[in-house]
């Protein structure tokens, strides 16, 4: 049975505050060590859950000024989980790009004026990239690969307004349904996640 953005509409209700504005990234072929490491960043203290994380990753900003992102990982099977609260490093190609030599890397966006980008590359090439709100418009070396599953699990090509939007959960749908890594909302509450803060070119 296919996982449709349906399946993550407790994300908004649940986690708000990140809800917001979220980068969630997924790599196979590294660990958090190795990507904290390949995006250039400076380890910091663990966190346990994502409230404490976006807490924190919001104070890093008012220090930094923005100049550094604090991010969270995690070992989910074969993949690590890279959570950056109010963040886009995983969708910026500059990042993403360079970053995942030799892996895969599957990653989507959103920020506060609900701008969102979703973000498919396999080892530097990238296959698949978009705005979750406009799923029409995509680029990439693979644009058309995964159109029928895209229509499965949620995104609306239809002139018509959707209701409901499901174009953020069906982000979620689309990462789990490339990596076979189910997000839930026991990771996020319970995980005691590495962290780093990355500085933002």
Known sequence: MTTT???????????PDIAEAYCFTLVRGLTPADLVSRLD????EPLRGIDAVVDAAFAEFQREEGARQMVALTT?????L?????GYLGVTEEYALAASAGVSWVSHFVNINAVGTFLWAEDRDLRLCFDPMFP??????APDGLLDVMRRVGFHFDEDEPEPDLSSPAAFALAEHLTGVALTPEILRDTTFSCATVRVR
């Open 41 to 44: 960043g400076r380890r910091e």
């Open 76 to 80: 989910v099977g074969e993949w690590t």
């Open 82 to 86: 890279l959570i950056e609260p109010n």
């Open 136 to 141: 029409e418009d995509r680029w990439g070396a």
């Open 5 to 15: 953005g349906a399946d993550y509409v407790w994300f908004e209700d649940d986690f």
